[in-house]
């Protein structure tokens, strides 16, 4: 597994030579309580699993205004997010997530012994919520020169 890693902090008991992880995370200050409930119920549960599975233990948040102007900083423990949720109303289950990525890269093996040697394009319809798998034509190198044409 690899997973961009945003900081490392100057002491503390971590992977690296005793330094521990740090992502950075910005969210925009909340204006009214659906915007609270979103950041609970959306970015949290985002954030969590991104650290949990690159190994992170502590986030540090900066909150901003809507002109991206940076108002507060706060370092929070990665293992505090779901109860921070819950304690807002916004309860998820960590194991929920987990279990959730593993039946998605589960079902594209399936999908990729369905159709050996063929390569495949995973994407994800937010509108729709659903995920699909289709092959695609062409080799790699071939479509990266058509994108950047």
């Not at 699993?49 to 948040?61: C, D, K, P, R």
């Not at 319809?125 to 990266?144: A, T």
């Amino acid at each position: 597994m690899a997973a961009e890693v945003d900081a490392m902090k100057d002491d503390g008991d971590g992977p690296v030579k005793g330094r521990p992880y740090v992502e950075l995370k910005t969210y925009k200050i909340a204006a009214h309580s659906k915007a609270v409930g979103a950041l609970y119920k959306e970015k949290h549960p985002r954030w969590w699993v991104q650290s949990y599975l690159a190994g992170i233990s502590t986030l540090v948040l900066g909150g901003r205004d809507h002109n991206g102007q940076l108002h507060k900083v706060q370092e929070v423990p990665v293992q505090l997010l779901p109860g921070l949720s819950a304690q807002a109303g916004q309860k998820w289950d960590p194991d929920a997530l987990l279990a959730f990525g593993d039946a998605v890269l589960g079902w594209i093996i399936q999908q990729a012994q369905l159709q050996p040697g063929r390569q495949l394009l995973v994407s994800y319809s937010h509108v729709e919520r659903r995920i699909d798998c289709r092959p695609v034509d062409g080799d790699l190198p071939q479509r990266l020169q058509q994108l950047l044409q």
